[in-house]
């Protein structure tokens, strides 16, 4: 608590702080200061908001090694964010802090699961039907889109939570999330 000043080790922001230990404990100097609402998402008690997370391009250059190693598990999680897959391109730690990151992880659970979502913000699921909300030419075909087109069955793309799959006139393609809405 005296090295952060009570503040956000994260964040900067001052506020509910509680400490909070980067797994595995046996690396020395593992406790953080952090806002009582970003342990709470860390811990799976709080759904996991990516735009909770935007100061982290910022901090991953902190000279404590317990917030450059949870700022890259974070930045991990969220490698589905344009943001966060730059950052995490362009982050270096010394080789015993990438050890440390990569031997704990986050609990396997819903949060840590990418979030599929519509133009509209709404959560997609496997086996949807969604809407084309503009027209789109589909990449090394003649098969173009239209506007208002039903997808159906759709199957979400674990790996990235702005695509979905999804049959078009009989061929299986790959949408963008931006472009459709759910039905």
Not at 34 to 39: F, G, T
Not at 60 to 84: D, Y
Not at 98 to 127: C, I, M, R, T, Y
Not at 173 to 183: A, G, S, W
Request: net charge negative.
């Amino acid at each position: 608590m005296a090295r952060s000043g009570g503040k956000c080790e994260l964040s900067g922001k001052e506020g509910e702080v509680v400490v909070y230990s980067v797994t595995p404990d046996s690396y020395s100097d593992n406790e953080i200061v952090v806002a009582k609402e970003l342990a709470a998402q860390l811990e799976g008690t709080a759904s996991f908001s990516a735009e909770d997370w935007r100061f982290l391009p910022d901090v991953m250059w902190s000279a404590i090694p317990a917030v450059q190693v949870l700022a890259w598990r974070v930045l991990n999680r969220l490698k589905g964010e344009s943001w966060a897959a730059d950052a995490l391109d362009i982050l270096y730690l010394e080789e015993d802090t990438l050890a440390w990151a990569q031997a704990g992880s986050f609990e396997e659970g819903e949060a840590a699961k990418p979030v599929h979502k519509d133009a509209n913000g709404n959560v997609l699921q496997n086996g949807d039907s969604v809407v084309l909300t503009k027209t789109l030419d589909v990449k090394g075909s003649s098969l173009s889109a239209k506007l208002g087109t039903v997808v159906k069955n759709i199957r979400l793309v674990e790996d990235n939570p702005e695509q979905i799959e999804g049959r078009v006139e009989g061929q299986l393609i790959v949408i963008l999330t931006k472009y459709l809405r759910r039905q």
